[in-house]
């Protein structure tokens, strides 16, 4: 008797689990702090709703074609065998048309906000499906990952204002330096995996010790920079003590991963909190400005 065909798409339970919803609160609350900040306020329903979509949108793409190219990885990979692609429950066609529609929803929510949004949006997408194939070929595929989460600040000020401060490139370069701190701690929990897969990251180059040691030094520059963003935007001083909360919290828990480079659970879990953190900084300091 022949084996049964994979299901063309996940039942309606397992679609989160496929996109990973969860994950979510690593990026949005940034999305939503820059789109705040980017309106100076409350953005109109139009803008919320637009930009809202754009970003599930881009994610869903990326995570989906990310789960398509990488089924044959996951599969030999104990943390991941399980996925619905890499254990052959769900056709590899349903990722692959998933990424597509959502691509195509990304367009037209970009087309709908203002023409530098639409002209840039292929280079974001590119972007999103790009990092897929970087830990095949590159030690920087952890860098890259950074540089999906730091495009996020540039594409709300775009999606709002439709041009790019120069002061918001201190953010981008904040969350790039965030991002790959956040994708370093990730890596190693991957280090033994990617090793057996011959798949690069920066642990595999550097070691887990080394790799370790990096964490806070990213996290140093990424407060940093997002400091100075706030300098240049002149924002309230709420903004600084969500940014001061931040950077002890991070502390702590970076001083232990230098410990104990193989205990990245807590410092993966951490990020989730420093976002809504920063979400909240912002949120004060737009709603409930105190001056310095």
């Known amino acids: 008797m022949s084996a049964p065909s994979p299901a063309t798409a996940p039942p309606p339970r397992e679609l989160g689990r496929f996109l990973e919803i969860q994950n979510l609160g690593l990026n949005l609350p940034?999305?939503?702090?820059?789109?705040?900040?980017?309106?100076?306020?409350?953005?109109?329903?139009?803008?919320?709703?637009?930009?809202?979509?754009?970003?599930?949108?881009?994610?869903?793409?990326?995570?989906?074609?990310?789960?398509?190219?990488?089924?044959?990885?996951?599969a030999r990979n104990p943390r991941t065998e399980g996925r619905l692609l890499a254990?052959?429950?769900?056709?590899?066609?349903?990722?692959?048309?998933?990424?597509?529609?959502?691509?195509?929803?990304?367009?037209?929510?970009?087309?709908?906000?203002?023409?530098?949004?639409?002209?840039?949006?292929?280079?974001?997408?590119?972007?999103?499906?790009?990092?897929?194939?970087?830990?095949?070929?590159?030690?920087?595929?952890?860098?890259?990952?950074?540089?999906?989460?730091?495009?996020?600040?540039?594409?709300?000020?775009?999606?709002?204002?439709?041009?790019?401060?120069?002061?918001?490139?201190?953010?981008?370069?904040?969350?790039?330096?965030?991002?790959?701190?956040?994708?370093?701690?990730?890596?190693?929990?991957d280090l033994a995996s990617d090793r057996a897969l011959g798949l690069f990251s920066v642990p595999v180059r550097l070691g887990p010790e080394r790799s370790a040691r990096l964490v806070p030094a990213l996290h140093a520059v990424a407060l940093a920079l997002l400091a100075a963003f706030g300098v240049a935007r002149g924002l309230a001083v709420e903004y600084y003590v969500a940014l001061a909360a931040m950077a002890a919290i991070a502390a702590t828990t970076d001083?232990?991963?230098?410990?104990d480079p193989g205990a990245t659970r807590v410092p993966f879990e951490r990020h989730f909190a420093l976002g809504a953190i920063f979400l909240v900084g912002v949120v004060a300091a737009v709603f409930f400005p105190l001056a310095l």
């Open 87 to 189: 254990s052959g429950r769900v056709a590899p066609a349903f990722a692959l048309g998933f990424a597509a529609a959502n691509g195509a929803v990304l367009l037209v929510a970009a087309y709908l906000l203002n023409p530098l949004a639409f002209v840039l949006a292929p280079v974001a997408l590119a972007i999103v499906f790009g990092y897929s194939y970087t830990k095949r070929v590159t030690t920087f595929t952890t860098a890259f990952l950074g540089l999906v989460e730091a495009i996020t600040p540039a594409a709300v000020f775009i999606a709002v204002e439709g041009t790019l401060p120069p002061s918001v490139l201190l953010a981008v370069g904040g969350l790039l330096a965030w991002g790959t701190a956040f994708e370093t701690i990730h890596s190693l929990g």
């Open 30 to 74: 940034f999305a939503l702090a820059f789109l705040l900040l980017a309106a100076n306020g409350l953005p109109s329903l139009w803008t919320l709703f637009l930009v809202v979509v754009a970003f599930v949108a881009a994610r869903n793409a990326g995570h989906s074609f990310n789960r398509w190219a990488d089924r044959a990885l996951d």
């Open 255 to 259: 001083r232990a991963l230098v410990r």
